[in-house]
Nanobody, 115 residues
Framework: VQLQASGGGLVQPGGSLRLSCAAS????????MGWFRQAPGKERELVAA???????TYTESVKGRFTISRDNAKNTLSLQMNNLGPEDAAVYYC??????????WGRGTQVTVSS
């Protein structure tokens, strides 16, 4: 399954962006969907994830600012990011985990936070 992420761009501090991720085909065995990010010189970190049943988890630094959601019927994933700061600037990657244990990654979308 190929994933296509979109929605990144340049935003001023305090601004908002909405990232989206779509699968190339409908897959009925998707377990977890989520987003990682990687800033220059830093390790890739998990930002947020959501299970098929809707359970969500967030890294501490984005709690209260980011909201992850998914459409199980369409295998689409979204990340609403509010009150963005320079620390949020990174390349964001979406992923899906199938119940089989396989993981697919999207190519990444750049988020730049600058005035």
């Amino acid at each position: 399954v190929q994933l296509q992420a979109s929605g990144g761009g340049l935003v001023q501090p305090g601004g908002s962006l909405r990232l989206s991720c779509a699968a190339s085909r409908i897959v009925s065995t998707v377990n977890v969907m989520g987003w990682f990010r990687q800033a220059p010189g830093k390790e890739r970190e998990l930002v947020a994830a959501i299970t098929e049943g809707g359970f969500t988890t967030y890294t501490e630094s984005v709690k209260g600012r980011f909201t992850i959601s998914r459409d199980n019927a369409k295998n689409t994933l979204s990340l609403q990011m509010n009150n963005l700061g320079p620390e949020d600037a990174a390349v964001y990657y979406c992923y899906i985990d199938l119940y089989s244990g396989a993981r697919s990654w999207g190519r990444g979308t750049q988020v730049t936070v600058s005035s």
